[in-house]
């Protein structure tokens, strides 16, 4: 799964608030855009569930203001 840069304001306003400096801060950008891509376009496998799984666990909140987010960007049918 590509990462890139952030789609959703929530992950962006997340991303922000890291600080280089600070221990871990690109292991957790990491995560962020990786569940970000997740909620986009799930991909098959199970360390990439297991990881996923990780991330929403550790901030549920984020976790789904991403996926709201998300869905309100895709396109509406009918």
């Known amino acids: 799964m590509k ?3 952030p789609k959703t304001t929530a992950a962006k306003r ?5 600080h280089s400096s600070q221990a871990g801060a690109d292991r ?16 098959p496998g199970t ?8 991330i929403r ?3 549920p909140a984020l976790a ?3 996926r709201r987010e998300l869905l309100d960007l895709r396109p509406r049918r009918g």
Do not use: H
Request: charged fraction near 20%; aromatic fraction near 8%.
């Open 14 to 18: 997340a991303l922000s608030a890291f």
């Open 47 to 54: 360390a990439a569930v297991l990881r996923i799984g990780q």
């Open 28 to 43: 957790m950008s990491e995560d962020l855009l990786f569940l970000e891509n997740w909620e986009s376009d799930p991909a």
């Open 64 to 66: 789904a203001e991403i």
């Open 57 to 59: 666990r550790s901030n």
């Open 3 to 5: 990462t890139s840069l």
